[in-house]
Nanobody, 121 residues
């Protein structure tokens, strides 16, 4: 089994900062891509940022220059540093991990439970 545990969400005023963390644990052979998605009420879930095992990143235009994704491979952890937050960043943020489990060959995708980020104006 694989578990993803997120932390770091909360309420912040516009212009503030938050850092989200997501730790993957369980029967993991190799983690490929780690990322963050977000979903606002009534909207679809969209990619915020993703990072591969060699450090290549992909960041949504809406958050470029404000959000930074990073990862700690030794501890199977991905971070999302969010600066200069805006009310439109309010959403549930979900950790997403694509990995290969022990004694498996295929890659599987896992989601965290979600953490609420609320930005007040």
């Amino acid at each position: 089994q694989v578990q993803l545990v997120e932390s770091g969400g909360g309420l912040v005023t516009a212009g503030g900062s938050l850092t989200l963390s997501c730790v993957a644990s369980g029967s993991i052979l190799r983690i490929n891509t780690m990322g963050w998605y977000r979903q606002a009420p009534g909207k679809q879930r969209d990619l915020v940022a993703a990072i591969t095992s060699d450090g290549s990143t992909n960041t949504a235009d809406a958050v470029k220059g404000r959000f930074t994704i990073s990862r700690d491979n030794a501890n199977n952890t991905v971070f999302l540093q969010m600066n200069n937050l805006r009310p439109e960043d309010t959403a549930v943020y979900y950790c997403n991990v694509r990995l290969v489990r022990l004694r498996r060959v295929n890659e599987n995708e896992y989601w965290g439970q979600g953490t609420q980020v609320t930005v007040s104006s």
